[in-house]
Structures are given as C-alpha cells and as structure tokens.
C-alpha cells in the first residue's frame, strides 16, 4: 500500500558530497517521524538521523555537522544532504518512515523501509 523508494547515492571522492532522496508513493494520509539508516556488510543497521512531521532533527555524532535531514511534507519526500563525505560513511543508506495509512474503511498506522541506495566514498 505505500512504498519508499531512495535515489541519489553513487561513488564519491573524500570530501565531496552527495544528496539522497526518499520518495514515498502509495495511501499515505500522513507521513509521521522519518529517519536515515546506514548498513554494511557484517554490520547492525545505525541511525544516521532522524526528523518528526514538524522538523525536528537528531544526528548521529559521527555525521553531525556534516549531513543534514530534511523533509518537504506536500511531497511526500525525505532527503539527506551529505557534505565532507567520509570512507567511513560508505554504507547502503536505508529511508525509514512511520505512515498513517488511508484504506476504503479508515486510517491505520504503519512502519515502512525502503530497499536501500548505496554510498560508496572512495579515492
């Protein structure tokens, strides 16, 4: 019923940037907290950052000052805009959202993921 779909990630050099974008389609009323998560092979998925419906943000200390989480509630879009890129932040960057979702009878509230986009930072 609602889908994310992420886009923007590719190879980078040490220092440069990047911006990953998170589109959500499907039977959305509302698009609720939604968040950034990184993942690599052997490895838990972390938090990257995080944003309420009303813009309120938290980061990771290891992208603090370095990557900011936005979001554009007409459009159903989440983005993440990463600068001073790191090889440490090479990871499949993952879109996490909580939906309100909107059926033929009424409203229910979901957790979705999106398939993932892959970062790779690299000389």
């Known amino acids: 019923q609602v889908q994310l779909v992420e886009s923007g990630g590719g190879l980078v050099q040490p220092g440069g940037s990047l911006r990953l974008t998170c589109a959500a389609s499907?039977?959305?009323?509302?698009?609720?907290?939604m968040g950034w998560y990184r993942q690599v092979p052997g490895k838990e998925r972390d938090l990257v950052a995080t944003?309420?419906?009303?813009?309120?943000?938290n980061y990771a200390d290891s992208v603090q000052g370095r990557f900011t989480i936005s979001r554009d509630n007409a459009k159903n879009t989440l983005y993440l805009q990463m600068s001073s890129l790191k090889p440490e932040d090479t990871a499949v960057y993952y879109c996490?959202?909580?939906?309100?979702?909107?059926?033929?009878?009424?409203?229910?509230?979901?957790?979705?993921w999106g398939r993932g986009t892959q970062v790779t930072v690299s000389s």
């Open positions: 996490d959202a909580g939906v309100t979702v909107r059926t033929g009878t009424g409203l229910y509230n979901a957790h979705y």
């Open positions: 499907g039977s959305i009323y509302s698009l609720n907290a």
């Open positions: 944003i309420t419906r009303g813009g309120v943000t």
